[in-house]
């Protein structure tokens, strides 16, 4: 009778735990849906906007009819043919990058720090570049790439011997890329340092405990525990780095203003430069595009587990 009567039963607790069930579903909607507004408003509307400009023939700050133009701004952007435009120099020859204002005009005071070993100071040590605002940054790095002995790589190298302390590291054409990329990298780094410790911090002990009792090398280790457990987070990481490379745009105005562009500064030189909002729109949803498949590149690649 007692196993009968706990049958009758069921069916009314399934229906119960199934009502409650429904009822929390209903509430997680309903408190979720002030957030949904709100994203659709600062973010998905806008973006439609920017996608809706890029296929028309839209000018900022003008009051020329808009046309729609279908993918001709797309067109007439990946078709766009890079020349090299010839260093403007002054009477005395030094290189003026924009609006008179010459090369390596700013100078910065490095004062010596004192060492700080141990742990807590490395890691301390490694957020400078991060704390450091972008532009001072861009400016002692201007500085130590001066070309002349009061450049500190010139002084560095010329003491070395590897170059005669005159290399124009911002004139040399060859040379400004990879200038920029060593900026950009010093100055994103700590942040790449941090998600990685984080995610290491995440990695169970016991497992590289089991893994010395099993004989592991610390080569397997690696390999075999710490790679596989800190793919989700090399996946989040890369993806943010991949944002930062492709978004970098203070660096490369404050230095070499426009003889040379950026993804971003090339936007923002089209929009305010040239007043092509439609081009610009179309290169905005370009580098979104390029993100995108870099981030699911990243996310297949390395086999982050999306459940």
């Excluded at 984080?198 to 893994?211: K, M, R």
């Amino acid at each position: 009778m007692d196993q009968a009567h706990r049958d009758e039963q069921r069916p009314e607790r399934r229906r119960g735990r199934s009502l409650l069930a429904r009822m929390e579903e209903r509430t997680a909607i309903l408190l979720l849906v002030p957030s949904f507004l709100i994203l659709i408003l600062i973010a998905f509307y806008p973006f439609g906007q920017v996608i809706y400009s890029s296929l028309t023939s839209a000018r900022f700050a003008s009051d020329e009819p808009t046309r729609f133009v279908g993918l001709q701004n797309y067109q007439k952007l990946l078709s766009i043919t890079i020349r090299e435009l010839p260093l403007k120099r002054d009477a005395n020859g030094d290189v003026v990058l924009r609006d008179g204002v010459k090369q390596y005009e700013s100078w910065v005071r490095v004062l010596p720090r004192p060492n700080n070993p141990g742990r807590g100071a490395m890691r301390s040590a490694i957020l400078v570049p991060r704390a450091v605002i972008t532009a001072v940054s861009a400016r002692i790095w201007e500085w130590m790439l001066q070309p002349s002995r009061a450049g500190l790589f010139n002084t560095v190298f010329s003491y070395l011997g590897i170059n005669d302390g005159s290399t124009n590291f911002f004139g040399d054409r060859h040379l400004q890329l990879p200038s920029m990329i060593v900026m950009d990298v010093w100055k994103t780094t700590p942040f790449m340092a941090l998600l990685l410790l984080a995610g290491l911090a995440t990695i169970p002990s016991e497992l590289y405990e089991a893994a010395e009792v099993d004989g592991a090398s610390k080569i397997r280790q690696f390999f075999s525990v710490t790679l596989p457990l800190l793919s989700p987070t090399l996946a989040v990481a890369l993806i943010f780095r991949t944002l930062d490379s492709l978004r970098v745009f203070d660096i490369f105005q404050i230095v070499l203003g426009n003889q040379r562009f950026s993804m971003a500064s090339y936007t923002q030189y089209l929009l305010i430069g040239q007043r092509e909002l439609g081009m610009s729109s179309a290169a905005s949803v370009v580098i979104f595009v390029l993100i995108f498949a870099f981030a699911i590149l990243y996310i297949r690649t390395l086999g982050v587990d999306t459940e």
